[in-house]
T-cell receptor, first 111, second 114 residues
Framework: GENVEQHPSTLSVQEGDSAVIKCTYS??????FPWYKQELGKGPQLIID?????GEKKDQRIAVTLNKTAKHFSLHITETQPEDSAVYFC??????????FGTGTRLQVTL | SQTIHQWPATLVQPVGSPLSLECTVE??????LYWYRQAAGRGLQLLFY??????ISSEVPQNLSASRPQDRQFILSSKKLLLSDSGFYLC?????????????FGSGTRLTVV
């Protein structure tokens, strides 16, 4: 099955700086990579995803890049704001009907 | 549009008592359904998933069970709760049998076993 590793586990940045979270996966057949944001006391919410036929996808201040050769994908958040503070999870398909999630990154945006 | 409902939001139960958490999805048919548990400050542990009525797969041996009595209803149960069952329980759904995409999570149930 798929194994997803996520780094770092915690990340602190100043407001306005950029944040980057990286994930690696093991199954070269994986073709879909979502990112979730979980605010305190809430369920994770899908914020962006990428399929294996593209190398980069952007939505306003967030972007995801995919390197299929190296089997890693990254979340980039630019111009960070306090409301970006949350736990972020990457994921990859485990089987046809399941995702496997990374261990999460706690992002703290300080003023 | 599709929505997922999960209740209750919080629950405090004594050790040895039964548990029933319910999750329903609206606006779609034949969804994949999932139960996850999240310990404090930890990642997402898949407990059960279902690709159809009466079809339940268990990912880890535990004190819990799941049932899917209707297409869009997923229930997590226990006959006797343990202290270790405390955690944040999340229900999720996704489209299709062959696509592990677009997971949508419910708002979660915080269970404290005392």
């Amino acid at each position: 099955g798929e194994n997803v590793e996520q780094h770092p586990s915690t990340l602190s940045v100043q407001e306005g700086d950029s944040a980057v979270i990286k994930c690696t996966y093991s199954d070269s057949a994986s073709n879909y990579f979502p990112w979730y944001k979980q605010e305190l006391g809430k369920g994770p919410q899908l914020i962006i995803d990428i399929r294996s036929n593209v190398g980069e996808k952007k939505d306003q201040r967030i972007a995801v890049t995919l390197n299929k050769t190296a089997k890693h994908f990254s979340l980039h958040i630019t111009e960070t704001q306090p409301e970006d503070s949350a736990v972020y999870f990457c994921a990859a398909p485990w089987t046809a009907s399941k995702l496997t999630f990374g261990t999460g990154t706690r992002l703290q945006v300080t003023l | 549009s599709q929505t997922i409902h999960q209740w209750p939001a919080t629950l405090v139960q004594p050790v040895g008592s039964p548990l029933s958490l319910e999750c329903t999805v609206e606006g779609t048919s034949n969804p994949n359904l999932y139960w996850y548990r999240q310990a404090a400050g930890r990642g997402l542990q898949l407990l059960f998933y279902s690709v159809g009525i009466g079809q339940i797969s268990s990912e880890v041996p535990q004190n819990l069970s799941a049932s899917r009595p209707q297409d869009r209803q997923f229930i997590l149960s226990s006959k006797k709760l343990l202290l270790s069952d405390s955690g944040f329980y999340l229900c999720a759904w996704s489209i299709g049998r062959l696509r592990a995409e677009g997971y949508t999570f419910g708002s979660g149930t915080r269970l404290t076993v005392v």
